[in-house]
């Protein structure tokens, strides 16, 4: 118990000391108007009380990952819990936290056109292609994730293809509608379900006595089936240390922020609370089950959802562990409706279509729901594999645009170079070792990973020398 007390000690810790110091580097100006208070639209752009837009931000960005991530990431033992506290604290943090205030400062765009600003035209082409791919991915792995969970708690009737339309059908409706009339109104319920769970599975856990992360093998590898660690468990664990996919989601809040002091509250601190979150889940799976075997066997029989099932129901009961169910499941739900959302406004921000009308809404959204609903037929386990690299790489992309956006205001930049550098190093050794990328031999893949995050450093070092700082002025 002590180790999950002292990680949950150093997260918060870190939102106050590091996440300060974060927020004063950047130079949060809380008398500049936000783009909320000067372009509101009523659909998009819209003022929402400052503890809405957190729950809003961190239901947007706290999808599967940090349920299913950290259970997976389990298997390696406490390795999983530094990586948890150090990725958010000093990556994921600071990336929600750019891809927020980055966009606050560039009107609300979105990610790629952010991105454009400072890493170039080319940069912010490519990046609207992925994003949009990466957005439709996302939307189909939480329709069919929750779609299983509901499932279980179903009649045989109400099977995952009956749930999956539904979920789907609530997207529709979420993705289309002023986010204040829906999302902004039952996210609030949704996060009272989600901290029941959180919450009720810790104390559980505690009052029947479990031993309580009973390894004290920070830097051993304990997998049962000795898959590497490096760099597996730092793409396994994603969206509960650090992902690409809560970049998409930041610029939906940027344009509902009241004002730029919040910036560190609802962007540094939603990724705090989502690093909590998959603590809990991480020692969940380390003290539930007898050893790293008997987890491994579940997730074998039956996916991640199947020890989330197992650990519900054995540590809340029947009704309870109903309910905590249905706080994983709000967790998908609630990133797969902002997902379509923002891949619409991609798409409009690109095409330059406003999007007060409902007609001109619906002109986008038409094509990516058909889109959705094709790559449902899909394996989901395919879908996965691809939607887990491709969220790490482009968290890899926005810090190095963040690393940028520093550098040319002449402010510390290495808070977000620093991060850069370990992601690319870590993106290029997984794509070069997975059978989905190159499949080369671990050895080799770590030293093209390395070799290639030297060379983006140096890459980056020549185009944003300080030589070359006078011609790059800043747009904000």
Not at 123 to 151: N, Y
Not at 339 to 349: K, P, T
Not at 352 to 375: D, H, N, T, Y
């Amino acid at each position: 118990m002590l180790y999950f007390i002292l990680a949950v000690a150093a997260l918060l810790g870190g939102y106050f000391v590091y996440g300060g110091f974060v927020a004063r580097v950047f130079g949060v100006d809380e008398n500049r108007a936000t783009p909320a208070m000067r372009m509101a639209d009523g659909v998009d752009y819209v003022s929402m009380p400052t503890w809405k837009v957190y729950l809003v931000q961190l239901l947007n960005i706290a999808g599967l990952g940090p349920i299913f991530g950290p259970i997976l990431g389990a298997l390696y033992g406490p390795a999983a819990l530094l990586w948890i506290v150090l990725g958010t604290i000093f990556a994921g943090a600071v990336h929600d936290f750019f891809s927020g205030m980055m966009s606050v400062r560039y009107d609300g765009l979105s990610i790629p056109d952010v991105v454009g600003k400072d890493l170039g035209n080319g940069m912010k082409q490519f990046m609207r292609g992925f994003s949009i791919v990466l957005l439709v991915l996302v939307g189909v792995v939480f329709v069919l994730g929750p779609a299983k969970l509901m499932a279980v708690l179903t009649p045989e009737a109400l099977d995952s293809t009956f749930w999956s339309v539904v979920i789907f059908c609530y997207y529709v409706l979420a993705t289309m509608m002023p986010i204040d009339k829906i999302i902004g109104r039952v996210y609030p319920v949704f996060a009272a379900i989600l901290l029941f769970m959180a919450v009720g599975l810790m104390t559980a856990l505690v009052v029947q006595g479990y031993n309580i992360l009973p390894y004290d093998q920070f830097f051993t590898n304990l997998h049962p089936k000795a898959l590497p660690l490096w760099p597996l468990m730092f793409i396994t664990i994603a969206c509960g240390a650090i992902s690409g996919f809560h970049s998409t989601q930041s610029p939906l809040m940027a344009r509902c922020l009241t004002s730029e002091k919040h910036g560190q509250f609802v962007f540094y601190g939603g990724m705090v609370g989502e690093g909590i979150i998959a603590l809990i889940w991480a020692t969940l799976g380390m003290s539930f089950y007898p050893d790293m075997a008997a987890l491994n066997g579940v997730i074998a029989a039956g996916s991640p959802s199947l020890v989330v099932k197992e650990v519900s129901m054995g540590l809340l009961g029947g009704f309870g562990g109903a309910l905590a169910i249905i706080g994983v499941v709000i967790l998908p739900v609630t990133s797969g409706d902002t997902a379509f959302r923002g891949a619409r406004l991609i798409v409009a921000d690109f095409l330059g279509i406003p999007q007060k009308e409902i007609s001109k809404r619906l002109m986008i959204s038409v094509p990516l729901f058909a889109v959705g609903l094709a790559l449902c037929l899909v394996d989901f386990n395919v879908i996965w594999r691809y939607f887990a690299w491709s969220n790490q790489s482009l968290a890899t992309v926005v810090l190095w645009s963040a690393a940028a956006y520093m550098i040319k205001r002449n402010k510390p930049h290495w808070i977000a170079t620093l991060p850069a550098i370990f992601m690319t190093a870590m993106c290029v050794t997984y794509i070069a070792n997975a059978k989905i990328g190159l499949n080369l031999p671990m050895d080799i893949s770590t030293w093209v990973g390395v070799a290639s995050a030297a060379a983006a450093t140096v890459a980056f070092f020549t185009v944003f020398r300080p030589s070359r700082l006078a011609s790059m002025a800043p747009q904000t």
